[in-house]
């Protein structure tokens, strides 16, 4: 798949075939999403063109209002990229959603695509672009595009285990360390990826040392305070872990800034200064305050062994 930011650079990668295309931003490219994708790839195929993902850089609001607080994402956009590029297509455009676009009309949008050679769209079930015409039902939106010629498809909106699949739905998910439900809407782990730096030190004086993972995308939603079964791939080697996000109180207190912290199953040498993927498998504990750093290690303890069973049935993902 070709990546492009410009039509000018999606003209050059279509050299002139005509195109179906879909639109969205893609948040996390859950099992909604690559029905999709996959739909959009069947449609070309079975019409004789190429098709296009138009893909948005960045949320609506960060758009129109890039000096207020940013919106918690599923993933930063160097790892949609990476999930999109896997999907079947032809051309990836990922369109620098700025102001000016945020605020075109639909046919604004459209028309230089059409004069590209886009012959129809593939769109979820209840997608809509344009500044206005995002008011429109659905039947009117989408009569409005067959009034440029162009073919239109929706594809409704998947379920799994009777639960309509979304971005929002996952991210609620994630906050709460539901990761077993978060998993089968994503069709992978929840990661987040991150540079290792130094931390407190504390885990190595009980026999615990952890990799301090600092997200390399603010934005990321992180799960409530605790204690997690997960993964952690580095130099593409992937380890079983155990990991928390907290203050750390027992030896911060509650008002310290809350940290990622990962003990390495296996491991043996030096993180720091290394990027590391950190997967979420499933929460075991909320966090709290120890007396004592022994009676913290007890409980470590405990983690791990609970951590250790749970990989005993289940592979890792991160593959």
């Known amino acids: 798949m070709k990546i492009v930011s410009s039509p000018t650079e999606l003209g050059r990668a279509l050299d002139g075939a005509p195109f179906v295309a879909t639109m969205g931003f893609f948040d996390g490219v ?3 999403h690559r029905k999709l994708l996959s739909e959009l790839s069947f449609e070309a195929r079975y019409r004789g063109k190429k098709s296009v ?34 999907e079947p297509g032809d051309i990836l455009f990922l369109i620098p959603f700025t102001r000016e676009v945020a605020e075109q009309d639909m046919v604004s949008f459209v028309m230089p695509l059409l004069s590209l050679g886009m012959s129809g769209m593939v769109l979820g079930y209840d997608n809509r672009f344009g500044k206005k015409e995002n008011r429109l039902s659905i039947e009117d939106f989408d009569r409005l595009l067959r009034s440029l010629g162009l073919n239109v498809r929706r594809i409704p909106q998947l379920s799994s285990s009777g639960v309509p699949v ?8 994630v906050r709460f360390g539901d990761f077993e439900a978060v998993e089968s809407l994503l069709g992978r782990p929840f990661s987040l990826i991150g540079n290792v730096d130094s931390g407190r030190q504390i885990g190595r004086t009980i026999a615990y040392p952890t990799a301090n993972i600092v997200p390399i995308e603010p934005d990321i939603i992180l799960p409530e305070d605790g204690v997690f079964v997960s993964e952690v791939r580095v130099d593409d080697q992937i380890y079983p872990a155990m990991s928390y996000y907290g203050p750390s109180p027992t030896v911060a207190g509650w008002d310290a800034l809350p940290r990622i912290e990962a003990y390495l199953f296996g491991f043996h040498g030096n993180l720091y200064g290394k990027q590391a993927e950190i997967a979420y498998r ?11 750093l022994d009676e913290l290690k007890a409980q470590l303890m405990r983690d791990e062994a609970e951590t250790r069973t749970f990989f ?8």
């Open 30 to 32: 859950h099992t909604g």
């Open 53 to 86: 993902i138009l893909a948005l850089d960045r949320p609506w609001s960060v758009a129109v209002h890039p000096d207020a607080p940013h919106p918690k994402l599923l993933c930063s956009l160097q790892k949609k990229v990476e999930l999109l590029m896997k």
């Open 166 to 173: 979304s971005s929002s739905l996952i991210r609620e998910k």
């Open 282 to 292: 499933h929460r075991l504990r909320d966090d709290r305050a120890f007396a004592s």
């Open 312 to 319: 005993s049935t289940h592979p890792l993902r991160l593959l």
